[in-house]
């Protein structure tokens, strides 16, 4: 499903964020990405999602060469990918409802039962009340679930959330994990980057582990090493 081969990320003139990454992600697996702020997990996720160029090596998606792809081939297998962004990057012009039905009225399914099935989704996030606001007027943990609904309604191939239970309570994070389990289990292949491991191991699912990230607080004894790429 993905494969980085030998793959560096550098931002101008900076020490690469990610140096030298080999790994590949089987179809149907489901993976988490940990790391410290700073360790370049979003930048892993953009990367996987073409929004980002490797500086060096290959990324394979779907078994081809990403460095083949023209425009018009990224953004077909962009829509077989639901990804949730850390600044969740919802269309504030249009109602709840409309944002999470937007991947399917894209795939070309029509009006009534769309509306149903992302009411009946949007309830089961606990947003069945919101279904008619626009995003400005949505809480920060609110805006995030309309987010993940909008990223698993059309069941995509690869769903990517980053950070995706950042900004809500336990019992709710807990739900919307559950939530990318049940889509799992239906042959999506998911990757979580979260900095919170205590939530990570709750669930029996392997971990890619960056190491490096922003340097040691002041006062912070327990990090004295200087922080590794
Ligand atoms: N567009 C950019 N231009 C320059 N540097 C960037 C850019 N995006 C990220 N960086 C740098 O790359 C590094 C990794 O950032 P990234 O956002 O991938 O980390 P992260 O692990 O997602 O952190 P967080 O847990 O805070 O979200 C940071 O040092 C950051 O400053
Ligand atoms: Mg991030």
Redesign the pocket.
């Known amino acids: 499903m993905v494969r980085f081969d030998k793959v560096s990320l550098r931002?101008?003139a900076?020490a690469p964020?990610l140096d030298d990454l080999s790994f590949h992600l089987e179809p149907g697996s489901f993976h988490f990405i940990l790391?410290?702020?700073?360790?370049?997990?979003?930048?892993?996720l953009q990367l996987m999602y073409l929004w980002q160029r490797p500086s060096e090596g290959r990324i394979s998606l779907f078994g081809r060469d990403t460095r083949e792809l023209n425009r018009h081939d990224k953004a077909l297998m962009r829509r077989r990918i639901g990804v949730v962004f850390?600044d969740f990057r919802l269309l504030d012009h249009l109602t709840t409802l409309e944002n999470v039905a937007l991947p399917l009225r894209v795939a070309g399914r029509n009006r009534p039962s769309l509306d149903e099935h992302t009411a009946e989704l949007l309830s089961w996030v606990g947003l069945g009340d919101h279904l008619h606001n626009y995003p400005p007027t949505l809480s920060g943990g609110q805006q995030q679930r309309v987010a993940i609904a909008r990223a698993v309604i059309a069941r995509p191939s690869l769903l990517l959330a980053?950070?995706p239970t950042g900004n809500v309570d336990d019992r709710l994070a807990l739900r919307l994990l559950y939530l990318f389990e049940e889509l799992n289990k239906m042959g999506t292949t998911v990757v979580i980057?979260t900095?919170n491991e205590a939530l990570a191991e709750r669930f029996r699912q392997p971990m890619i582990r960056?190491t490096g990230?922003d340097a040691p607080l002041p006062g912070d004894r327990r990090r004295t090493a200087k922080a590794r790429q």
């Open positions: 931002y101008g900076a964020v790391g410290a702020s700073g360790a370049g997990k979003s930048s892993l850390q980053d950070e980057a900095h960056l990230g």
